[in-house]
């Protein structure tokens, strides 16, 4: 079974520092995109980071750019989200997503509708 998993959520004060984990088994996707996205109360899902493939590009939105960083271990199936100087507004669950394909353009790996496999979700509390 092809399976994502979120660890590394918790609670935080506004300032600090939080380091997510997504490990991927089942399958390898070391050559295909892996990101992250998260989703306020109340909010759609909106896209954060992505990670095009073992040494590829990254990409991030304007809001996170600057404070959180996306990396991939070297056998490319585990992704982490390295989130710095958080504020009350990233106080959202985070979920991991894997594609299965490959994408010429930014723009394709910001969409959710662009990943097939979608971890469980992990809550991000920034208290102010």
């Known amino acids: 079974q092809v399976q994502l998993v979120e660890s590394g959520g918790g609670l935080v004060q506004a300032g600090g520092s939080l380091r997510l984990s997504c490990a991927a088994s089942?399958?390898?996707?070391?050559?295909?995109?892996m990101g992250w996205f998260r989703q306020a109360p109340g909010k759609e899902r909106e896209f954060v980071a992505a990670h095009r493939w073992s040494g590829g590009s990254t990409y991030y939105a304007d809001s996170v750019k600057g404070r959180f960083t996306i990396s991939r271990d070297n056998a490319g199936n585990t992704v982490y989200l390295q989130m710095n100087g958080l504020r009350s507004e990233d106080t959202a669950v985070y979920y991991c997503?894997?594609?299965?394909?490959?994408?010429?353009?930014?723009?394709?790996?910001?969409?959710?509708?662009?990943?097939?496999?979608w971890g469980q979700g992990t809550q991000v509390t920034v208290s102010a």
């Open positions: 089942g399958r390898t996707f070391s050559n295909y995109p």
């Open positions: 997503a894997a594609s299965t394909s490959r994408y010429s353009s930014a723009g394709y790996y910001t969409k959710t509708y662009n990943y097939d496999l």
